[in-house]
């Protein structure tokens, strides 16, 4: 019995630091990067637009336009492109079908934009944030390169994983099971808190308010008050979001207005070992259906 105990235990132990490690991989910082810019087995992709990019960048990075990682579908903005689309973007970038990518920007929502498509396409497990992003890299002086340079197609394949994002009537049944006191998962509204509480509607936005049984965590929250967009510590972050009512263990829904800020609660609620999707249609999509209940003042 005592063997088996001891087994059991230590195959819990192996598990948790295989989690641990995949969660921490997930986050990376100005100094590691440093020390792997010439690793042929990491690929760096900075999302912005071509004037930044043009004007400097940290070496070697591909260039991804914001732009390409967004269409406009039945009307609703910020929406992912289809995949083979996608697949195109990335491998006409550079990118191959191996190795670890670390992507940053200028802000943090592009980049998580990037990370929670690329997790989409089939890369999960491989890509990392760069903490404090560009910002950092500059501010402790690492080296950067400007201009634009021709780039060589890649291997890069899409391996679409659908159980990603989560589409309306998906979100209905959540939404209806809120109402009903049996949450199949916590829903976390992105948005600023005047958004949320509805004493505004935001742009394009039919009826103001939020999802039933969605909690309010903006996605400025994750970041620390310091100019460069520095991700909290691990335990702030849990505070944040326990005090927002989400559980440890729960699996989470984000959303926002179009899925862009729903981006950055993402990959926080990942790096933190949530099982987490992405409402892509986001508020714009549901407060313009027309069976979709809204909670507000």
Not at 64 to 72: F, K, M, N, S
Not at 76 to 98: C, H, M, T, W, Y
Not at 126 to 141: I, M, P, R
Not at 219 to 233: H, I, M
């Amino acid at each position: 019995m005592r063997r088996h105990f001891a087994f059991f235990f230590a195959v819990l132990l192996i598990a948790a630091s295989s989690f641990a490690a995949e969660r921490r991989d997930l986050l990376v910082s100005t100094l590691w990067l440093a020390k792997h810019l010439n690793d042929p087995a990491v690929t760096i992709i900075d999302v912005t637009d071509s004037d930044n990019f043009g004007e400097g960048h940290i070496p070697g990075a591909k260039f991804i336009a914001l732009r390409d990682l967004v269409t406009t579908r039945d009307g609703i903005p910020n929406e992912l492109p289809d995949a083979a689309k996608l697949q195109e973007v990335f491998a006409d970038a550079g990118l191959s079908d191996r190795g670890r990518i670390v992507i940053y920007g200028r802000e943090i929502v592009p980049a998580a934009r990037a990370f929670m498509t690329l997790e989409y396409l089939g890369r999960r497990g491989d890509c990392a944030l760069l903490d404090g992003g560009y910002a950092k890299w500059v501010e402790e002086k690492h080296p950067v390169e400007a201009g634009m340079k021709l780039t060589t197609l890649g291997s890069f394949r899409a391996h679409p994983d659908p159980a990603v994002l989560v589409k309306l009537d998906a979100m209905k049944g959540l939404a209806q099971a809120a109402q009903a006191g049996a949450p199949k998962a916590a829903i976390v509204d992105a948005r600023p808190v005047e958004f949320f509480t509805a004493a505004e509607a935001g742009e394009d936005i039919t009826r103001a308010g939020h999802i039933p049984g969605a909690v309010n965590v903006p996605s400025s929250k994750n970041l620390t008050a310091d100019t460069v967009p520095l991700l909290r510590p691990e335990d702030e972050l849990r505070a944040v979001y326990r005090d927002a009512g989400v559980k440890d263990d729960a699996p989470v829904v984000t959303y926002c207005r179009t899925g862009m800020e729903a981006s950055v609660d993402y990959f926080t609620l990942r790096y933190l070992g949530h099982d987490v999707q992405l409402y892509d249609g986001s508020y714009f999509e549901w407060s313009k259906a027309p069976d979709t209940p809204t909670v507000g003042k």
